[in-house]
């Protein structure tokens, strides 16, 4: 009969002082569990974060499987004007779960710059820009212009119709550059229309863009950690009972949400995979033939609604572009001395209008709009800078002076003084 050995206690004893000193070798040399300790289990966070502050733990997340997916995609597809359309076209049809993997790529690729734009927003209406968090805004807006050519360049390999045609107009809006524009595009594309070796950098540009996202996001979260988290009241905690450990409370809080998001995906991914894809884009690129409506992906909507409400196309380029640009200068162009919207409320009414402003020149963007609508998206696009040249550093003076709590303890709303 076998008999069921049990470790003596001694064994136990050893083991334990064998794990201690391997884990004390390791510290010893980089002090990682430490550091572990110390910016993830201890952490204190401040202890009144709503929903809004758990957006970058899913944006970590899905980066992730956004790499992941991309990883095994790239093993399949074929980075040449000849072979892309197809080798896609395979992937969806005879790689194993070829087509999971895209959907999933595709589907998190909406999701990611969903949870940007709601992480962005959520910096300007907390004020989470302000002094002393000026590093952690710009290393975030260097991130949202990565993500936003890794998704452009992302959105030309399939080498579909749209593809073609979306890499054409971008070479467009560039060669309207006075003097350099016509060269500078034609070196960027390596000629004058799209052809192979702008799909070949696109490929290139997409897959290394990727990895770089990973080591800014690592600065991003350095940067935040200095400074630590600010929250929806705007001021900072003084005392230890004003804040929690992030292990367990927002690692818990943090989960529900990456869960629900991620379930947001699966939902994408399975039943409605072409709900935010141009159909278009399933005909192979065809130079001779433009299609009827060229619209970019709803992300990128407003910013080309821009180029088309202006008739001079350098001009359009550039209210365009700086539309985007313009958020590095809000930590200066922003006077108030409050951080929080919830205390400002004639800045909160602007980010409101902005926010419309911002989908009306969506449409604009989708539609091709003409007539008394064209009329609407330049209001729009003339609210647009107006609320970030004229209301942001000016709105101060004209508000309501409110009494701001003094610690996060307190459960006002802001009363008025
Ligand atoms: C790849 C994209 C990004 C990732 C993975 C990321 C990740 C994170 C994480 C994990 C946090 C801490 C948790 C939180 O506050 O939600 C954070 C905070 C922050 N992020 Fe990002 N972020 C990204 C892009 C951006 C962008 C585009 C901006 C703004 C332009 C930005 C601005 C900020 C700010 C200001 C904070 C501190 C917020 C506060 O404490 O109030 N991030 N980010």
């Not at 896609?88 to 999701?111: D, F, K, T, Y």
Request: net charge positive; proline share 6%.
């Amino acid at each position: 009969m076998s008999q069921t050995s049990k470790p003596c206690p001694d064994q136990d004893k050893q083991k334990k002082i064998n794990k201690k000193t391997i884990s004390q070798w390791i510290e010893e040399r980089l002090p990682v569990f430490s550091m572990i300790q110390r910016e993830y289990i201890r952490f204190p966070m401040p202890r009144n974060l709503n929903i809004w502050w758990t957006f970058g733990a899913v944006l970590t997340v899905v980066l992730v499987l956004m790499l992941a997916t991309g990883i095994f995609l790239a093993m399949s597809y074929t980075p040449s004007a000849e072979g892309a359309f197809a080798s896609i076209e395979m992937i969806e049809r005879r790689v194993p779960s070829g087509w999971l993997l895209r959907s999933l790529h595709m589907a998190g690729s909406n999701l990611f710059l969903a949870f940007l734009y709601l992480h962005i927003f959520r910096g300007l209406y907390y004020g989470s820009y302000k002094n002393p968090r000026e590093l952690v805004w710009f290393s975030g807006l260097f991130l949202m212009l990565m993500v936003m050519m890794t998704a452009f360049a992302g959105y030309i390999l399939p080498w579909g119709q749209m593809s073609y045609w979306a890499a054409n107009v971008v070479i467009q809006a560039i060669s309207s550059i006075p003097w350099i524009g016509e060269g500078l595009a034609h070196w960027l594309m390596g000629g004058s229309s799209p052809n192979d070796l702008t799909l070949h950098r696109y490929f290139v540009l997409h897959f290394v863009m990727a990895f770089l996202i990973i080591g800014v996001v690592f600065i991003h979260v350095v940067c935040l950690h200095f400074v630590k988290s600010n929250n929806p009241k705007g001021i900072e905690p003084k005392t230890k009972e004003e804040t929690l450990p992030f292990y367990p409370y927002y690692v818990a809080k943090d989960a529900v949400v990456i869960v629900v998001s991620l379930l947001l995906l699966i939902l994408l991914a399975f039943l409605f995979p072409d709900l935010l894809t141009n159909s278009e884009n399933y005909t192979p690129a065809n130079p001779l033939e433009t299609p009827a409506n060229i619209a970019p992906e709803w992300y990128f909507l407003p910013f080309y609604g821009i180029l088309q409400l202006i008739p001079f196309k350098f001009l359009g380029l550039v209210l365009s572009a700086g539309s985007l640009l313009i958020l590095f200068a809000v930590p200066w162009l922003d006077r108030s001395s409050i951080k929080s919207a919830t205390y400002r409320p004639l800045y909160r009414l602007s980010l409101f209008i902005l926010l419309i402003a911002f989908v009306i020149l969506g449409i604009v963007g989708k539609y091709h709009t003409h007539g008394g609508l064209i009329w609407l998206g330049r209001l729009a696009l003339l609210y647009y800078y107006l609320h970030f040249l004229m209301i942001l550093p000016f709105s101060h003076r004209f508000e309501l002076k409110r009494t701001l709590p003094v610690s996060l303890l307190d459960d006002d709303k802001g009363a008025k003084s």
